[in-house]
């Protein structure tokens, strides 16, 4: 559903929507479902004019038929699939995260979801030479964390330098904000941000419940017609543009006490991949580095199978990285 904005169209200004939303009009659907000659007398406009936008409105908004043929020859020719930098992520996600995809990583307070984000931004933009999106709607996102991620990658001041510059970072703290920003990338963004070298092949929002969750508990409506805005624009971007999209949610309990992601039954349709990350309890006073990610939905790996994930990998030394590969290799061998 489209929330229906001033300026979305010929004719359709801000005093106009004011009155359709007065009517209980807000989005296109309403608009669409809605008696057009009864609604014009409400709104004191003319039906020639009303008419004239939900026509409008109807033609950028109808879905177009796509034979599955072309889909899938689309899909062979855009699809491509990063590493994290991380194994054991890896392992979990079937190689890494795929491009044209929503991947979601969920989790309590302390879990390491925006340690994990910035693992991944800094192996694309250092490992695979890839410009990274970053959208901050908490505040959370360091520099300094991030730079000292790709020191223990490289020691080469420029090529730390480099990579830093493909993080292209947003920070929007509401939902609106948010928006603003995925309609500016589509419409020209992604490209400008390819701009310093390297393709856009990532975009993560860190976090999406964090901008979600306010508007939910009041106009119901309008809450879930903004989250599926969201939704239709991550899936428009990661599908248009073939860039693999991560983000973050919050964790809540279910009715038995169980560990599930938030933002309820709706959302769960969104992610095609859903993590969640949980605190590994430490031995001793010192805080452990260690989380348990489990796969809870998948379309290529049986789901609630369990990796033992480390969130330290990513600022480890690349030597000493390397060196752990081997030892796995060797024992699974």
Known sequence: ?????????????????????????????????????????????????????????????????????????????????????????????????????????????????????????????????????????????????????????????????????????????DIFAVLRCLHGLRCGGLQQASAGGGSVKALIVDSVSAIISPILGGRQNEGMSLMMQVAGALKTIAKDFHVAVLVTNHLTRGGGGDPQAGLGQTWSHVPRTRVLLERTESEGSAPCSKRTATLVKSSRQPCHIKEELDIKEWSKPEAARLEKRKRDDSHSS
Do not use: W
């Not at 699809?79 to 044209?100: E, F, Q, R, V, W």
């Not at 933009?125 to 490289?154: E, F, N, P, W």
């Open 1 to 173: 559903m489209v929330v229906l904005r001033g300026g979305m169209c010929p004719g359709l200004d801000e005093e106009l929507t004011r009155d359709l939303r007065a009517a209980d009009v807000v989005t296109v659907d309403d608009l669409v479902v809605a008696d057009t000659e009864e609604l014009a007398q409400k709104c004191s406009v003319s039906y020639k004019t009303l008419f004239a936008i939900r026509r409008v409105l109807l033609a950028q908004h109808t879905a177009f038929p796509v034979s599955g043929a072309d889909l899938y020859e689309e899909l062979l020719g855009s699809m491509a699939i990063l590493s994290t930098g991380n194994p054991s992520l890896d392992k979990l996600l079937d190689s890494g995260l795929y491009t044209g995809e929503i991947t979601e990583l969920s989790g309590g307070p302390g879990a390491g979801k925006s340690q994990v984000c910035f693992g991944v931004a800094a192996h694309i933009s250092h490992r695979l030479k890839q410009s990274v999106i970053h959208i901050d709607t908490t505040g959370a996102l360091s520099a300094s964390r991030l730079l000292q991620m790709l020191k223990a990658g490289s020691g080469d001041k420029e090529q730390q330098t480099e990579a830093l510059q493909r993080i292209r970072v947003f920070r929007a703290f």
